[in-house]
């Protein structure tokens, strides 16, 4: 028999029908279209209406996967939510899903990795598999960043969307499932991409809300070269490790966070563009779930099929960094 291994064996996504195009943007904030191309690679971006929490985008992604998937909710052991924009600091995300879904027999928890948080949370829930702990594991990737954009921050708030994916994690002995990651984080990156505002270091006050505290921060410039370099050191590395270089790799799916970032990495580690999952023109930066919507460009696109080599790669606020590497379960995708 096979190793045991923690395989995908569903998708579910949602994305909010509202968009906002980059000429939408330039009628409130001073910017262009060329400029936001040129500079991200985004053309549009999905947001949620007005009012809108994570959990409620979480939970229709999370019902998506499991009626793709023809299980009950009550069948869900555990649930873990990645999000940088929970619906408060208590209870946590996964609680509200727990309810919205009907998971009556499921707990949970939620992750905070930013743009790593996916990642994060997937090898998490893959040791609850692997240990024989639980038999199915939903684990969510949602963000409403639009709810913590300043909209006079030009650098910052075209960047972001709004979107959540999940996907389903069962054992599996036929050879497909989560090989292997490589997470680390570097806190010295701490300045560079934050939101000061609201925790126990700046409380909420008439102050740090005239301050814009509670507000996405960035020093765009410095993210972009650690996220360059560590995608690149971290996915050659960890195929490295498996016995793996990019000629083995079938499809690469990396957190869309700008084109640039993508490219430079791609360049690095030597990997076609048939090879590379790239989708922010259409979303933006969703956070913890651009790599859910990859994978579900790739899927429409037929590019990621079963017995596929693919890996995942994030760089988020932390710093963090996340790596893993799948081998694809076949379902059926629609």
């Not at 707990?107 to 790593?116: H, L, N, P, R, V």
Request: glycine residues 10%; hydrophobic residues 45%.
């Amino acid at each position: 028999m096979s190793q045991l291994r923690a395989a995908i064996t569903s998708l579910g996504l949602h994305v909010p029908e509202r968009v906002v195009t980059n000429a939408d943007l330039a009628k409130y904030v001073d910017t262009n279209d060329e400029w936001i191309r040129t500079r991200t690679g985004i053309c549009e971006r999905h947001v949620v209406e007005p009012g809108t929490p994570t959990s409620v985008i979480a939970a229709k992604a999370a019902q998506d996967c499991l009626e793709r998937r023809g299980i009950a909710p009550s069948e869900v052991d555990l649930i873990i939510v990645a999000t940088v924009t929970p619906d408060m600091f208590f209870p946590a995300t996964a609680c509200l899903v727990q309810e919205k879904i009907g998971a009556t027999k499921a707990w949970g928890f939620d992750i905070s990795g930013a743009c790593s948080g996916f990642v994060y949370a997937f090898t998490m829930g893959a040791q609850f598999i692997l240990t024989g702990a639980h038999k199915k594991v939903l684990v969510i990737g949602a963000d409403v960043m639009t709810s913590i954009l300043d909209y006079q921050d030009r650098t910052t708030c075209v960047l972001f969307g709004d979107a959540a994916g999940a996907v389903l994690l069962e054992p599996a002995t036929d050879g497909s499932g989560m090989l292997d990651f490589a997470h680390e984080v570097d806190g010295t990156g701490a300045p560079f991409l934050y939101m000061p505002g609201g925790g126990s270091l700046h409380p909420p006050t008439h102050e740090t809300v005239d301050q814009k505290l509670h507000s996405l921060r960035q020093d765009g410039a410095h993210v972009f070269k650690y996220a360059v370099r560590k995608f690149a050191e971290s996915a050659a590395g960890l195929l490295a490790r498996n016995g793996f270089t990019g000629d083995d790799l079938d499809i690469f799916l990396p957190h869309q966070a700008n084109i640039r970032i993508i490219n430079a990495a791609q360049e690095r580690m030597g990997i076609p563009d048939s090879k590379v999952v790239k989708n922010i023109d259409r979303y933006g930066n969703t956070t913890a779930a651009t790599i859910p919507l990859a994978m579900g460009t790739a899927l429409d696109e037929g590019r990621l099929k079963a017995g596929n080599l693919a890996m995942m790669a994030a760089v988020g606020a932390g710093f963090t960094v996340g790596t893993a590497l799948v081998r694809w379960t076949g379902f059926e995708w629609s």
